[in-house]
């Protein structure tokens, strides 16, 4: 347990954090999930609005702060490699 005053500041902020990074970290699986899910299903419309919701959203974490620049990227970069194999595969 935290001796001072500063300390004890510290381990609620940790536990904050902790949880509001949880929350985002299951949010942007759960997007790179459904637009994989589309992709799965052969859905071409699907996986194209999955993904414009998935491109949005990793970039708003990036401006958040919560995911850093070049994670985003290569993330949405894999996402719009899958939506692309649809294209190839017709």
Do not use: P
């Not at 996986?47 to 958040?64: G, P, T, W």
Request: proline content about 0%; hydrophobic content about 35%.
């Amino acid at each position: 347990m935290a001796n001072h005053k500063s300390a004890a500041k510290r381990a609620r902020q940790t536990i904050k954090r902790t949880e509001r990074n949880r929350f985002y970290r299951t949010r942007l699986k759960n997007i790179s999930k459904s637009v994989r899910e589309a992709v799965e299903a052969n859905d071409k419309e699907a996986a194209n609005s999955a993904f414009r919701v998935a491109n949005k959203s990793i970039h708003s974490f990036v401006s958040r702060g919560f995911i850093k620049k070049q994670t985003a990227s290569r993330r949405v970069s894999r996402l719009a490699k899958l939506v692309n194999s649809l294209d190839k595969a017709e």
